[in-house]
């Protein structure tokens, strides 16, 4: 077999990595919380779009643009614990003839909200001390 089909075979058969990740402002100890369900990427992808001034939490935004990027870090909180059918070429979730299996792909954005929710009641990253905004109360 070639080198190139036996990196294509490799690639295909890691299992994806999924789970909730911070980015922390060190000089004012801010965080931003949220979850991918491609954490090898998360950071590269996050860097990318706030460089281009576009990321969708405008205070996030704000302070990166301010301090040009130097004081923030980013850091994987946890991984999702996945079965071994969970694949890096997407045949996990995909069906013959194009498209996605529905269930298993909300299934994991059901989980991957769970993780971040647990995260987020642990870190309480709202007013100043975090990107976040305070969830309003139920009356």
Not at 36 to 58: P, Y
Not at 111 to 126: F, G, I, N, S, V
Request: net charge positive.
């Amino acid at each position: 077999m070639d080198r190139r089909k036996e990196l294509q075979n490799e690639f295909a058969s890691r299992k994806r990595a999924m789970g909730v990740f911070q980015i922390r402002n060190l000089a004012n100890g801010k965080r931003y919380i949220a979850t991918t369900s491609t954490l090898d990427s998360a950071w590269q992808r996050e860097l990318f779009i706030l460089n281009m001034g576009s990321h969708r939490n405008s205070q996030l935004q704000a302070d990166w643009k301010r301090d040009g990027g130097k004081q923030f870090e980013f850091e994987v909180l946890e991984s999702l614990k996945l079965g071994d059918e969970v694949r890096n070429d997407y045949k996990d979730i995909t069906v013959p003839g194009g498209g996605v299996q529905r269930n298993v792909v909300m299934g994991y954005r059901d989980a991957l909200k769970k993780l971040e929710q647990k995260w987020l009641d642990r870190l309480q990253p709202y007013d100043s001390q975090g990107y976040h905004k305070q969830p309003k109360k139920d009356d």
